[in-house]
């Protein structure tokens, strides 16, 4: 009996005793709740990228990578814990694939000198890398995803808004009132009317903001949903016979999830994306060899190729990437956050390295800077075909409108700083 | 052999009528307060602090004040939430308002500034009362929550809607914001858990609790021997809801630190604090802190056992999670109806006959 009991606590403290020499990335997920739909696949694509390194090329540099998985629910007091259950590993970068939970940490990163990637999401300002030296959210933000959308019906209207009238329907929450700002803002430049439409958590129940937008016919709708919220927005437009092509979701908007329950109903819907969409890439044939098929796929394994999942790869080869300059920058393989932060910062993808990995045209080119950490604000239009069942780019990757969302982020993130008494970073 | 009277003689009503009449008990008290006081601050850190020992001090609170509304004085209450928010929001505006203002001062005025708003929402308990008056309470929440989404001015016209508590300082010590030491927040909680938990427990021992109680019991026998309803009413909802009130600043400002009203105090907040009463024990000061202990460790414990020890995928945790709170729950109310306050009390009986049961 004693001895079993050794030998279990022997193994509890091997179990809980973590290898510092690993790289790690913790993932807090979200496989529950009413956002696990989009968490699922997010957390699917990243942990099987990370496989991938692990698997195919002894993880990055020769370094294992590790990846402890924390479950967030979307809610920010569970994303405490695991925050706060996980920094002590270790823990190279943060990805918590919720503004909720990001605003959270924001503070908190500067302080524990952990970067965190906020790609899509987050705190828009904190591309201003000046005032937030360990967040970063390239390649696009939230500014950019509305001024991208903006841009596509200015291409649809042939260049004139005057007098045109859009609807914002978002998620009452910070990820959704992110892109009121900008929108005001486009709004004047254009000349068109701006009303915006609450839905608040969850957003199951959306009866009275369709009458409204029924009531008001606007030309154009805007969604920024995420979880349960986007299906039911889709659904209801439907029912009240809004055009799907005038109707144009952010890119936590537009995935399979979000359309297939509408049926045929759904096509023609458009979202925007800020890397591509589909699984015909030549990293799905390395994926299929070393993760699917050997048994090693995140979860259930049902996800490959949907347009979230591709997201959670393209997160994962980010901060992958990040992780490789920054073991050349400082020539070791072991680094340490700090040092993880300064990779991020140099950050560099350009359409070899991307071909390189077996993803080619997957997102947009850029480079991070001390006071970019946002990359360029590209984003491409995509739209959901309901016969196929799938999503197409159908424009090019166009750039957001610099001119306004520029001096809004300085605006932002000059009040933030001024706010917290932040010294800048970059002098 | 334990928790006996015998030998222990008072000499005073005084002494007679203390909270902890027995010796044994009184001990364990001070022993208890002296490590929560003198031993933890030491040994803290960020995870102990963040994840576990805050929010059960804060919930606490919360438990302690929604405990007086509902199990001492009968009042069914799901605006917990709501008021929880109006204490934050307070909080927030006092914090930018008055920069210089004391956070001690604050968080005491959001919870004046939240039992006031109590007391408007408790004045239909005067006509209503049972499931009726709960879902005048849920207007509450409901409205509450609304208006601190709806309002800019209450979140200071930032553009996600969030609040965020800036840094203060306490006798040069952070304890708000980042920087803020897990002791300096730990201890910040503590004593405010300490000081509501005092006035609860001297409240309900008095003659406001008496009358509360007798209200709960039956208000028409209550209102024949002299008890006024609307003022044992009203002091309940206002005692109640500043206590919540202070939950929720220290919700806010001290262990989030970044709060977006629709996501940390929706009805769940409610339903969260109202199970950590009665699994608690209605009408126990004691039953507030074994509530919320047990709503804030079970989580964790399950997940340290479930991912950390056996290894399994987070996702299925985290629904046996739910499965298993949601058993224990029903087990709770059909096993002991009056909550693990109940199985204390009958612990210390056994104990005070031990080792001669009869």
Known sequence: MTKKLTTLALGVMLAAGPAMADLVFPSLSYRTGPYAAGGIQFADGYADYLTLLNERDGGIGGEKIRMPECETAYNTEKGVECYESTKGEGALVYQPLSTGIAYQLIPKMNVDKIPMLTSGLGRTSSKNGDVFPYVFNFPANYWDGASVIVKHILDQEGGDLNGKKIALVHHNSAYGKEPIRTLEALSEKHGFDLTTIPVDHPGQEQKSQWLQVRRERPDYVILYGWGVMTPVAVQEAANIRFPMDKMIGIWWSGSENDVLSAGAAADGYKAVAFHNVGSDFPIYDDLKEYVYDAGKAAGNGDQHGTTIYSRGLYAAMLVAEAARTAQEMHDTKAINAQQMRDGMEALEITEERMTELGMPKFGPEFKVTCRNHGGEGYAAVTQWDAKAKQWTLITDFIQSDQDIVQPLIEEDSAAYAAENNIPSHCD | ?358
């Open chain 2, 1 to 358: 052999m334990f928790y006996r009277e015998a030998g222990d003689f008072k000499t005073s009503y005084r002494a007679d009528s203390q909270t902890f009449p027995i010796r044994f008990d009184r001990y364990r008290y001070y022993v208890v307060l002296a490590i929560a006081f003198l031993v933890v601050p030491f040994i803290i850190n960020d995870y102990w602090a963040n994840a576990i020992l805050l929010p059960f001090l804060i919930y606490a609170i919360a438990a302690i004040g929604l405990n007086i509304l509902v199990g001492y004085c009968g009042q069914l209450s799901l605006g917990t939430g709501g008021f929880m928010a109006m204490g934050a929001y307070a909080c927030y505006k006092f914090m930018t308002a008055f920069p210089d203002l004391s956070m001690f001062i604050n968080v005491i005025l959001a919870g004046v500034v939240t039992a006031i708003v109590g007391m408007l929402f408790g004045l239909p308990s005067l006509r209503i009362k049972g499931f009726y008056l709960a879902v005048a309470t849920l207007a509450a929440q409901f409205f509450l929550v609304w208006l601190f989404n709806r309002v800019p001015w209450f979140y200071n016209y930032s553009a996600s809607g969030q609040i965020n508590a800036p840094q203060r300082t306490m006798f040069g010590v952070e304890i708000t914001g980042p920087l803020a030491p897990a002791w300096a927040t730990y201890l910040f909680c503590l004593v405010f858990l300490t000081l509501s938990a005092l006035i609860a427990r001297n409240l309900t021992r008095g003659s406001v609790g008496r009358k509360w109680m007798a209200i709960r019991d039956m208000d028409i026998a209550a209102e024949i021997i002299g008890v006024n309803p609307l003022r044992a009413k009203l002091s309940a909802f206002a005692v109640s809801s500043f206590f919540v009130g202070i939950s929720g600043a220290l919700f806010f400002a001290l262990y989030l630190g970044a709060v977006e009203v629709g996501e940390a105090f929706n009805i769940q907040k409610s339903f969260l604090i109202l199970f950590m009463v009665i699994i608690g024990g209605l009408g126990s000061v004691f039953g507030s802190f074994a509530g919320a202990a047990f709503m804030v460790l079970l989580p964790v414990a399950l997940k340290v056992v479930g991912v950390d020890l056996l290894g399994w995928p987070t996702d299925t945790v985290a629904h046996f999670q739910l499965v298993i709170v949601g058993a224990l729950i029903i087990i709770f109310l059909i096993a002991e109806p009056h909550g693990l306050a109940q199985l204390w009390r009958l612990a210390k009986e056994k104990l005070r006959l031990w080792p001669f049961p009869y």
